[in-house]
T-cell receptor, first 114, second 113 residues
Framework: AAGVIQSPRHLIKEKRETATLKCYPI?????VYWYQQGPGQDPQFLIS???????DKGSIPDRFSAQQFSDYHSELNMSSLELGDSALYFC?????????????FGNGTRLTVT | KQEVTQIPAALSVPEGENLVLNCSFT??????LQWFRQDPGKGLTSLLL?????REQTSGRLNASLDKSSGRSTLYIAASQPGDSATYLC????????????FGAGTRLFVKA
């Protein structure tokens, strides 16, 4: 079965650079979520989209932005990168937002800022 | 603001033992609760999803229960195996002001052979 695809798997950037992370949800999933997981931390909710509109916003820095495109894939744009942005970034998708809509996670993008 | 707490933070048991992981949440206005498994440096694998109208779900050796009114869920693992060693995360789906799923800090389980 198709899963959530995230690219790239690994990314190394220097401070103050920009990064773009991509997420391709499972086909027919219209809801996308982005999470940030620091070392030894639980996943922190950043932002979600439903039907290409922003649905909710969590602890996402102003330096980050995201959008969901017409084909439902999503991109997380990160600017002015800081050392503290080094983390595993997960994308998840779900078929809608109902109570029977489990989140399916991708394998994540590991971002290292040097 | 929804807060999710998991107890214990870490657990070490001998192989074959039955065990219970606990999850509590502060806002009972949830629409579902999911249990995930995460191996070190890897993604999250969904184990069970309980809808807000349900009391429990079972999959193989796993059984998850939900008591919305008391803000609690438990994950029961029967006959634990070394391959069960991982971090188990509880995640609560909330639709207050938007759709998001909030995670607990997880329980790190180690099953000794």
């Amino acid at each position: 079965a198709a899963g959530v695809i995230q690219s790239p798997r690994h990314l190394i950037k220097e401070k103050r650079e920009t990064a773009t992370l991509k997420c391709y949800p499972i086909p027919r999933h219209d809801t996308v979520y982005w999470y940030q997981q620091g070392p030894g931390q639980d996943p922190q909710f950043l932002i979600s989209f439903y039907e290409k509109m922003q649905s909710d916003k969590g602890s996402i820095p102003d330096r980050f932005s995201a959008q969901q495109f017409s084909d439902y894939h999503s991109e997380l744009n990160m600017s002015s990168l800081e050392l503290g942005d080094s983390a595993l970034y997960f994308c998840a998708s779900s078929p809608g937002t109902g109570d029977n809509s489990p989140l399916h996670f991708g394998n994540g993008t590991r971002l290292t800022v040097t | 603001k929804q807060e999710v707490t998991q107890i214990p933070a870490a657990l070490s048991v001998p192989e074959g033992e039955n065990l219970v992981l606990n999850c509590s949440f502060t806002d009972s206005a949830i629409y579902n609760l999911q249990w995930f498994r995460q191996d070190p440096g890897k993604g999250l694998t969904s184990l069970l999803l309980i809808q807000s109208s349900q009391r429990e779900q079972t999959s193989g050796r796993l059984n998850a229960s939900l008591d919305k009114s008391s803000g609690r869920s438990t994950l029961y693992i029967a006959a634990s195996q070394p391959g069960d060693s991982a971090t188990y995360l509880c995640a609560v789906g909330s639709d207050t002001g938007g759709f998001k799923t909030i995670f607990g800090a997880g329980t790190r389980l180690f099953v000794k052979a």
